[in-house]
């Protein structure tokens, strides 16, 4: 083995990052975001290991922050998968939000099991017994769109002013809510990590293309990171870059070409 590549839950990255030294070998993260990757392991514990091509939770908590301060909102809560994603998430969204508009309140903290959650009545059900006018939420996949249904069923929606959910425009999610999508009277704001027309290069056009004549759908975040992974596996490869004291670390991203015009 010469590169590890993967990792989805932020959890786990954080126990295999610590033992790439001992292996000697590339960790290559494609999706795991908690910050405390790059703060705590490569930065503060010095471990040149590590790879991401992915974003930590920076534009998660933080950007979606920047946004809520200018809605006339003022009492927020928040359902959130239970483990390091969601509870860095909502932290960096608590923190930043406060910090720009003193006078917010965030009046119900919600924590579902993830995976594996298939009922939120509970969670919704909690938020809905507060005077909550706002809902930050980092669910993803299969569990925000169950989310969003229930709580379209559940009325949760029509007491709520605007809904926040990063990873809400995964394509996978786009599928899945389609015109279901909330629509709420301050707005249902949604990002992803990779959005299949951005950037308008040649290269990112022809992946596209490619991958919707073979699979019929638009590309996603784990196409991209593949694609990503497959290049800089082959290019490091030919440069003989097996293990991490053979690779040149001022290198990096020089040899690669990623479809979204990084690298």
Same mark, same amino acid.
């Given at each position: 083995?010469?590169?590890?590549?993967?990792?989805?839950?932020?959890?786990?990255?954080?126990? =295999?990052?610590?033992? &790439?030294?001992?292996?000697?070998?590339? $960790?290559?993260? @494609?999706?795991? !975001?908690?910050?405390?990757? /790059?703060?705590?392991?490569?930065?503060?514990?010095?471990?040149?290991?590590?790879?991401?091509?992915?974003?930590?939770?920076?534009?998660?908590?933080?950007?979606?922050?920047?946004?809520?301060?200018?809605?006339?909102?003022?009492?927020?809560?928040?359902?959130?998968?239970?483990?390091?994603?969601?509870?860095?998430?909502?932290?960096?969204?608590?923190?930043?939000?406060?910090?720009?508009?003193?006078?917010?309140?965030?009046?119900?903290?919600?924590?579902?099991?993830?995976?594996?959650?298939?009922?939120?009545?509970?969670? =919704?059900?909690?938020? &809905?017994?507060?005077?909550?006018?706002? $809902?930050?939420? @980092?669910?993803? !996949?299969?569990?925000?769109? /169950?989310?969003?249904?229930?709580?379209?069923?559940?009325?949760?929606?029509?007491?709520?002013?605007?809904?926040?959910?990063?990873?809400?425009?995964?394509?996978?999610?786009?599928?899945?809510?389609?015109?279901?999508?909330?629509?709420?009277?301050?707005?249902?704001?949604?990002?992803?990590?990779?959005?299949?027309?951005?950037?308008?290069?040649?290269?990112?056009?022809?992946?596209?293309?490619?991958?919707?004549?073979?699979?019929?759908?638009?590309?996603?975040?784990?196409?991209?990171?593949?694609?990503?992974?497959?290049?800089?596996?082959?290019?490091?490869?030919?440069?003989?870059?097996?293990?991490?004291?053979?690779?040149?670390?001022?290198?990096?991203?020089?040899?690669?070409?990623?479809?979204?015009?990084?690298?």
């Amino acid at each position: 083995m010469d590169f590890l590549i993967g990792v989805d839950s932020s959890g786990n990255a954080m126990r =295999i990052g610590p033992i &790439m030294p001992e292996l000697n070998r590339i $960790l290559i993260i @494609v999706h795991a !975001a908690t910050h405390r990757v /790059t703060e705590e392991l490569v930065y503060r514990q010095g471990i040149k290991h590590i790879f991401r091509v992915s974003v930590p939770v920076y534009q998660d908590g933080i950007l979606a922050a920047w946004i809520a301060k200018d809605l006339p909102i003022r009492k927020w809560a928040g359902i959130n998968p239970d483990y390091e994603y969601g509870r860095d998430s909502w932290e960096f969204f608590k923190t930043t939000l406060k910090a720009l508009r003193p006078d917010v309140e965030f009046v119900s903290e919600q924590w579902n099991p993830s995976p594996g959650t298939t009922d939120f009545s509970k969670w =919704i059900s909690a938020v &809905m017994a507060t005077d909550a006018e706002g $809902l930050f939420t @980092v669910n993803w !996949a299969v569990e925000a769109i /169950t989310l969003h249904k229930q709580a379209a069923e559940l009325g949760l929606y029509k007491k709520l002013k605007a809904v926040f959910n990063p990873m809400g425009y995964s394509m996978d999610v786009a599928y899945g809510l389609g015109k279901d999508y909330p629509r709420l009277e301050y707005g249902t704001w949604v990002s992803g990590r990779y959005m299949w027309f951005y950037p308008p290069t040649e290269i990112n056009k022809r992946f596209v293309d490619a991958l919707h004549t073979k699979m019929g759908k638009a590309s996603s975040i784990f196409c991209r990171d593949n694609v990503y992974c497959y290049i800089y596996d082959k290019d490091s490869h030919r440069e003989g870059w097996h293990s991490r004291s053979r690779y040149p670390y001022k290198d990096y991203g020089k040899h690669g070409c990623d479809i979204t015009g990084w690298g």
